[in-house]
Structures are given as C-alpha cells and as structure tokens.
C-alpha cells in the first residue's frame, strides 16, 4: 500500500492511497481522521480499507505535501553507513548520534528545496525515513518492525558551515525548506530485503551516493529500540536513518547544491523523491 498526503484540485488537504497514476482521497471519505497520521493510528488502517466511491484524482492533478505533516518527532540519525563515517574522519561510535527536525523544515517531493542566503555550503543527503504507526516504550529488538507503518525517501539537507558552528548540529539541519520528504510512505511488505534494497541520490542525473539498506551499522531495529529507550515512539514519529557516503562537502572537489541544480533520492520498492533548487528570496 502506498499511501500520501496532498491538496486535491480544490486546494483541500487530504491523503489517500496511490493505485498506479491516480490517488485515491482517503481523507474524504473518512471525515473522522483529518490526516494521515490519524489514519495511521486507525482500525482501518490496520484493515486496509479503501471505501468504495471515494473521490479519485490523478497523481498530475494532486499537490505532493510531505508524508506525515506534522510529525510530533523526527529524529534523525547520523553517521550510520560506514563510509560515510570514514569520510568524515570520525571513528564509529557505540551509540547511534542522534539530532532532530523541526516540521517546519520539511517539503514535499516536487516542491523546491531553498538554499539559505547565509550560506554556499548546502548540501544533500539521500535517506531512508520510517514512520511510525504503533506506538512503544522500551521496544523489544525481535518486535521493533511491528511498530513500523511504512517506509519513505528522505533528503536530509545539511547547511555544512552553520552545522559546524558548534558540536551541536541542530542549526544546519534545520533551516526552513531543507528536509525532503516523500513522494509516499510504502507498507513494509512493498519492500524487499535489505541487502537487495539500494539508496541511490542524484545530482543533476550524477549518481552521488549508492549504498544498499544493509549497510547501516545500526539497523532500523536497532534505531527503534534505542530511541524507544529513551522516549514514547508515537504514531506518525519519523525516524530518518541516516545517509551513506558520497555527501558533497566531502568530495573533491565539493559539490555543493545551487539554485537550478535537481536531485533525486531513489529506494528501490519505495519511489523516487525529486526536489529543485532555489535560492533564498
């Protein structure tokens, strides 16, 4: 089941299921459950329901928002593909490091990411994000899949120099329309296993980054079971995993993001999510 969030022709917000070139709006017909993650949260959700005679529209005719609007967490995950560790001359940790986004930091698949005045250092990073659709405390490893709704594209959009302001990381990953997120969430049993499922990031149709899902050091159970720890996982929580090597600030030469550059975070049994760039106005 693919499932999104968008604003129907009427300029309505909703969320529906995608079935091939057409969505099918969910949230019309179930007038109780206003968004996504509300529906998440449902029996019908947990049914699979798709009410006959719900308004259909064509995915050309619908407004990508991002998965989950409003997500009352998204903690993302750094340094956790290997290369990526060795790229920056850090050295693994016992620990996933861990930051968070605000909501507001995010945009939909085909709107513009925006590359802030403050800086020429913006650049990609080609994630997988998890959402929530059981909520937990203290999550067991062997059942942490069980509280997984679906699966998403990320694009965790860095700002180098104002991330490195300090040891804190929270400024350059949160600058207003930087964190892509889309173009749906999949079910888990869309996706197949890890080590055949590859993130691949783009660059103006440069291949930028490949890794396989497998790659992680600290697994999506892992993730949920330490993060659990800590905090309630709650229905519509967003976890993005972290990305692999090949960022721009670490290539030579860099290749940072400017405005009129296109990149894509591709998942295989997920989608492809594509953001534009634009410069701050």
């Known amino acids: 089941m693919k499932l999104m969030s968008f604003r129907n022709k009427k300029g309505g917000s909703t969320y529906g299921v995608v079935d091939g070139d057409r969505v099918i709006d969910l949230g019309a017909a179930f007038r109780d459950l206003p968004d996504l993650k509300s529906f998440l949260g449902s029996n019908k959700f947990a049914n699979r329901e798709v009410p006959r005679g719900a308004p259909v529209y064509l995915l050309s005719e619908a407004t990508y928002l991002p998965v989950i609007q ?33 909501s507001v930091s995010q945009i939909a698949h085909k709107q513009a990411l925006i ?11 080609g994630e997988l994000a998890l959402v929530i659709g059981k909520p937990g405390r203290h999550i067991a490893h062997q059942s942490a899949l069980d509280h997984v709704a679906g699966y998403a594209c990320y694009n965790d959009g860095s700002v180098r120099d104002w991330q490195r302001h300090t040891h804190q990381w929270t400024p350059g990953k949160n600058f ?38 497998a790659q992680m ?33 670490r ?23 594509e953001n534009s760039v634009v410069a701050e106005a």
């Open 115 to 125: 590359k802030p005045k403050q800086s020429d250092q913006f650049d990609y990073e």
């Open 176 to 213: 207003d329309g930087t964190g892509g997120f889309g173009p749906w969430m999949v079910t888990p049993d869309e996706i197949g296993e890890r080590s055949a499922t590859f993130l691949v990031t783009r660059v103006n149709d440069l291949e930028v980054q490949r890794a396989s899902l």
């Open 70 to 102: 409003h997500p009352g967490k998204i903690i993302c995950v750094g340094l956790n593909y290997r290369e990526h560790v060795q790229e920056t001359g850090r050295t693994d940790s016992e620990y996933p490091a861990l930051f968070l986004r605000t």
């Open 251 to 273: 290539r030579n030469p860099k290749l940072y993001l400017k405005p009129g550059d296109r990149v894509t975070v591709e998942i295989d049994g997920i989608g492809l999510l």
């Open 217 to 249: 050091i600290f697994s999506i159970e892992d993730l949920i079971t330490y993060i659990s720890g800590f905090t309630q996982l709650e229905v519509g929580d967003v976890i993005v995993t972290g990305t692999p090597g090949g960022v721009g600030d």
